[in-house]
């Protein structure tokens, strides 16, 4: 069974930084692509920034130049880096993982989400 476990959210004023951790565990076979997505109250989920297998990056509009995704050292690792955090940053962080759990399964993945870290940044 596949697992992804965040760490890393919290507090922080306006102007600062966290970093937000992503360990997947379990059977994995093969990592399509991996990511962050946020969620503010009553809006919808939004993309952050993802990385696929060779390293190729994505991120929105909002966090490009502020946020940078990497992937660990550790196998199906990643990290996002978020510097001069603002207040519409606040929302919760939900790593995600486009993968294959087994060499039997789909060429495309499967999706599968962590439970989400919260990140609030006061004004």
């Known amino acids: 069974q596949v697992q992804l476990a965040e760490s890393g959210g919290g507090l922080v004023q306006a102007g600062g930084s966290l970093r937000l951790s992503c360990v997947g565990s379990g059977t994995i076979y093969s990592v399509n692509r991996m990511g962050w997505y946020r969620r503010t109250p009553g809006e919808q989920r939004e993309l952050v920034a993802s990385i696929d297998g060779p390293g190729g990056t994505t991120y929105a509009d909002s966090v490009r130049g502020r946020f940078t995704i990497s992937k660990g050292s550790a196998k199906n690792t990643i990290y996002l880096q978020m510097n001069s955090l603002k207040p519409e940053d606040t929302a919760v962080y939900?790593?995600?993982?486009?993968?294959?759990?087994?060499?039997?399964?789909?060429?495309?993945?499967?999706?599968?989400?962590?439970?989400?870290?919260?990140?609030?940044?006061?004004?």
Do not use: I, Q
């Open 94 to 123: 939900y790593c995600y993982a486009r993968l294959r759990p087994h060499e039997y399964s789909d060429y495309h993945g499967e999706d599968y989400w962590g439970k989400g870290t919260p990140v609030t940044v006061s004004s």
